[in-house]
């Protein structure tokens, strides 16, 4: 998932989530109490925009992706951050005072790793320390749509489809990257599972959260079908 083709894309066409979702993210940061200063973990960092505005803003930042694509696009991006190649539910995650998992990264995991992502992520906070996170919960009719985005020198089309019982999503991604004159094609497919809030509530409460629920990260809205989750570790 996410080869260099689409990583490229992702950067440039699609990185103005991380970008707009950063205020309201350090917003959501100072009034948990979690100062800079402070180590704050981003779980599938992408091409490391967030960690970057997290170095900005005076925070340690570690960002962990399993596209080695991405985290060499990160390296770029955001020089001064520690960034690995790694899955969510694999790498250890060091002490840390916030976790954040941005843009649908917990919805690529299989349900039996949702509870254990929630354990490994609260034995690695400190008490009082926060996990944001936003995931895929589908809307009130199952996605059946195909999109495109065309730029300069690349163009990408989706073709989504959830299930009829809206427990999963899956994309078809078809990338076109110039080269010479034609266009090399690249497919991914990427498989989501579309959670049910109550369930990732009462996942959070087992593993030791209290939270809350946002439908954005301060002026910046979640795209319909998602939401997001401000959970703080109990002391
Ligand atoms: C839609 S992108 C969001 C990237 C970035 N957080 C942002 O907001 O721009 C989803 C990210 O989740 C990452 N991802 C998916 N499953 C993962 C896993 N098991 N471990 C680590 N990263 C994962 C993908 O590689 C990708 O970077």
């Known amino acids: 998932m996410y080869r260099t083709d689409l990583a490229r894309i992702h950067h440039e066409g699609f990185g103005g989530f991380a970008r707009r979702a950063a205020p309201?993210?350090?917003?959501?940061?100072?009034t948990s109490n979690i100062r800079p200063g402070s180590l704050v973990?981003?779980?599938?960092?992408?091409?490391?925009?967030?960690?970057?505005r997290l170095d900005l803003a005076g925070?340690?930042?570690?960002?962990?992706?399993?596209?080695?694509?991405?985290v060499r696009l990160a390296r770029?991006?955001?020089?001064?951050?520690?960034?690995?190649?790694g899955s969510v539910h694999r790498v250890a995650l060091p002490r840390c005072q916030a976790v954040?998992?941005?843009?649908?990264?917990?919805?690529y995991l299989p349900a039996p790793l949702f509870g254990a992502t929630f354990r490994r992520?609260?034995?690695?906070?400190?008490?009082?320390?926060?996990?944001v996170f936003d995931i895929m919960i589908g809307q009130p009719h199952p996605a059946n749509y195909r999109n495109w985005?065309?730029?300069?020198?690349?163009?990408?089309?989706?073709?989504?489809r959830e299930n009829p019982a809206r427990t999963r999503l899956v994309r078809q991604i078809d990338?076109?990257?110039?080269?010479?004159?034609?266009?090399?094609?690249?497919?991914e497919i990427h498989r989501l599972r579309l959670a049910n809030p109550r369930d990732v509530r009462a996942g959070l409460r087992a593993t030791g959260f209290r939270c809350r629920t946002v439908t954005g990260y301060g002026r910046y809205p979640l795209a319909p079908g998602r939401l997001g989750f401000v959970a703080i570790k109990r002391a």
């Open 175 to 187: 990338t076109f990257w110039r080269e010479g004159r034609g266009y090399r094609r690249r497919r």
């Open 24 to 30: 309201g993210l350090l917003a959501i940061l100072r």
């Open 149 to 160: 985005i065309a730029s300069g020198r690349w163009a990408v089309g989706v073709a989504v």
């Open 100 to 107: 954040t998992a941005l843009g649908e990264v917990l919805s």
């Open 59 to 70: 925070y340690r930042a570690i960002g962990i992706d399993q596209s080695r694509a991405f």
């Open 41 to 52: 973990v981003d779980l599938g960092c992408g091409s490391g925009i967030w960690p970057a």
């Open 76 to 85: 770029t991006v955001a020089p001064r951050c520690q960034l690995r190649v």
């Open 121 to 131: 992520v609260a034995r690695a906070l400190t008490p009082g320390g926060v996990f």
